[in-house]
């Protein structure tokens, strides 16, 4: 047995889809099942259930992983700690779609530009759950949306800087009727088919919940871990996209403000005890100055 395979394990009970668990870690799907049928034939048990429906976790699977968690966070934290000690300054970077549409990434390169001494590796899935990652040591920081409070599970692991609050919206073709309304309500929602991330994500854990907090059943669905299919989606008329008012400039798309009033905010979110580590706390400061007003 490996600590490859165990992290291997782990990120496959996150996601419980070998496809899924794939793209995370960036192999192929055939070499994360060999990886992961191999670990089953040495401790002689199985760990998840492939069926016709999809991959459940058995539940020596569900003890494995319990077993397993420490050992991943001292892992992480046993490279953090060599890395440190050889002078090395590495930052895994989570980065949702709101870095984009509020165009901070190059602004982001810029600043790793005149400091060669960080290395830098961005992670860009779409419904990649940051926080899972964070927890596990797989990224340093990720700068995305914080979910609502109840679906934050370890709360107190995290430390969160708002950095741009903007308007939640209703995004729209722009040639479509609706989008010259001054606002959509949450109850004139009710029918329509609403595109969002794949099942079980963290988007589509906050779109269940504001549809509980206002009163209104989902109709349709239309699922995909690609932005740009999504927004394909909705420029053919497919359905409507609930997101901020800055995706309407960046995908070319309209934006009719939600009522009441909700806000969707760019986060920089990181473990509290990596929160003062020199790289970390200096890209943070270098964002909050300049979104300081925004």
């Known amino acids: ?163 741009i609050e903007e308007p939640q919206c209703i995004l729209l073709p722009r040639n479509d009727p609706r989008a010259h309304k001054n606002e959509f309500r949450f109850s004139e929602l009710q029918g329509y088919a609403i595109i969002t991330s794949l099942e079980n994500t963290m988007e589509d854990r906050t779109l269940r919940y504001l549809c509980k907090e206002h009163g209104f059943a989902l109709n349709r669905l239309y699922r995909s871990d690609s932005m740009k299919t999504n927004m394909d989606l909705l420029r053919s008329g497919k359905g409507v996209i609930i997101g901020p008012k800055s995706f309407a400039s960046y995908f070319g798309v309209a934006a009719v403000p939600l009522s009441p009033s909700t806000t969707a905010s760019l986060d920089f979110i990181c473990l509290k005890k990596n929160a003062d580590r020199p790289e970390v706390s200096t890209l943070r400061r270098y964002l909050q100055k300049l979104c300081a007003g925004r």
Not at 27 to 33: E, I, N, Y
Not at 57 to 71: H, Q
Not at 88 to 113: E, H, P, Q, T
């Open 1 to 163: 047995m490996t600590i490859t395979q165990v992290l291997y394990a782990l990120t496959m009970e996150q996601h419980l889809n070998f496809s899924a668990a794939s793209r995370a870690l960036f192999m192929s799907q055939p070499a994360l099942s060999l990886q992961i049928k191999a670990l089953e034939s040495e401790l002689g048990y199985r760990l998840f259930e492939r069926t016709t429906h999809g991959v459940t976790l058995t539940e020596c699977g569900r003890a494995f992983c319990e077993a397993a968690r420490p050992l991943a966070a001292a892992w992480a934290d046993f490279k953090s700690r060599i890395s440190g000690a050889a002078g090395a300054r590495v930052l895994r970077i989570g980065l949702g779609a709101r870095v984009y549409s509020n165009r901070l990434f190059r602004k982001i390169v810029a600043f790793l530009d005149s400091h060669p001494e960080i290395e830098v590796s961005f992670v860009t899935e779409a419904g990649h759950d940051f926080l899972s990652a964070l927890r596990e040591g797989a990224l340093d920081l990720a700068l995305d949306r914080l979910p609502p409070p109840s679906l934050l599970d370890g709360a107190e692991q995290f430390a969160s800087w708002t950095l």
